[in-house]
């Protein structure tokens, strides 16, 4: 049976991607794996070099002034590492979920960290709009995607100081100008690759005016200067990462995917529309294409639903432990028969009940 891998994250990879990777796990460099081969090798120096060079060509920063760098620890860490970097004396954070919430938490054990909206009290089923960002702060933070409650930013504000954005859940998706942004960073688990790395893209410039001292292993400019290889690098994870950008990159980059992606947003979303079984979460004018949260509006069905979309294949259907429900993620790797599978058995659900 063919199986439709709808998990939040880790979360599906191109099939190419993995078969690639999983022959590189076994013989990578005359008959040496890709995970035992030194980091310092020039053969996975070439690996992190062009992951890092795909990563800036298909966000259009080449040559504006910006770094990837291939890290670890996840966003999580990345919370904490921002406000190392960027915070001197006050911080805004727009507050749209869980993951911009824990990012608020990290950002407070430094210095004034204000929230410039939230939508916090309605759940956070919005993207609050229209709040002010004070030209006083060091940097404006946002999450672009929420995986938990299935919410999207749609548009960016022009913001008069740097802006820093959590692109974890949705980088390499859909076009938008990342010039506005000057600092970016995405765990690679949903869009980019397996677990252990994390991307990050930094406007140089921004960098090195804090008073703080920062720990080497904190700091940007370090992974800079060292290439992302100040410490030993998660090599399998980077060198799947550069596969899924190069996947990217042969169709037609982050503008044919974003097509896609669209695509199956629109189907999955009139389903839910049309289908009275089910009821979707998010406002609709900020609902994510990337993580379709919604519920079943009885509860009695709940048994019979589950047993037809396992049955069907689908896997990772449910929602997050703190939501409840149902979450389909769609990223990029995922095909749009795997959302026309799922819409058919909510279909079939409907002319069951």
């Not at 869980?98 to 909206?117: G, L, M, Q, R």
């Not at 949903?190 to 804090?210: Q, S």
């Not at 700091?219 to 030993?232: E, L, P, R």
Request: hydrophobic content about 40%.
């Amino acid at each position: 049976m063919k199986r439709h891998n709808f998990s939040a994250g880790p979360c599906v990879l191109p099939k190419a991607v993995i078969e690639k990777a999983s022959q590189a796990v076994l013989d990578y460099d005359n008959g040496l794996s890709l995970i035992e081969i030194s980091h310092r090798s020039k053969a996975f120096v070439d690996v992190m070099e062009k992951a890092r060079t795909l990563a800036l060509e298909l966000l259009g920063l080449e040559g504006k002034g910006y770094k990837a760098l291939f890290l670890q620890g996840g966003a999580s860490t990345q919370f904490l590492m921002v406000a190392l970097n960027l915070l001197e004396k006050r911080a805004g954070y727009l507050n749209t979920g869980t993951w911009s919430t824990k990012a608020i938490k990290e950002a407070k054990i430094f210095d004034d960290i204000y929230e410039v909206a939230s939508s916090e009290s309605a759940g956070f089923n919005y993207i609050p709009k229209g709040y002010d960002i004070p030209e006083n702060y060091d940097y404006f933070h946002c999450t672009s995607n929420n995986t938990i409650f299935g919410t999207q930013m749609k548009t960016f504000p022009d913001a008069p100081i740097p802006m820093v954005c959590d692109m974890s859940s949705d980088i390499f998706s859909r076009t938008l100008d990342f010039t506005k942004f000057d600092l970016i960073y995405a765990g690679a688990q949903k869009n980019l690759g397996p677990a252990g790395t994390t991307l990050v893209v930094v406007r140089e410039d921004i960098l090195g005016k804090v008073s703080r001292k920062i720990p080497s292993m904190m700091d940007y400019k370090t992974h800079i200067s060292k290439g992302s290889m100040f410490n030993t690098p998660p090599v399998f994870a980077v060198y799947t990462s550069m596969l899924t950008l190069e996947w990217l990159k042969n169709k037609g980059g982050i503008a044919a995917i974003e097509e896609e992606n669209e695509k199956k947003a629109r189907l999955m979303y009139s389903e839910l529309d049309l289908n009275p079984l089910f009821k979707g979460y998010a406002v609709k004018e900020d609902r994510s294409y990337m993580n379709a949260t919604f519920t079943l509006e009885n509860e009695n069905l709940k048994e019979t639903f589950d047993t037809m979309w396992k049955e069907a294949g689908i896997n990772g259907l449910n929602g997050h432990r703190s939501v409840g429900g149902y979450r389909a993620s769609m990223y990029n790797a995922l095909t749009l028969e795997s959302v026309q599978v799922l819409v058919e058995v909510m279909s079939e659900l409907e002319r069951k009940a």
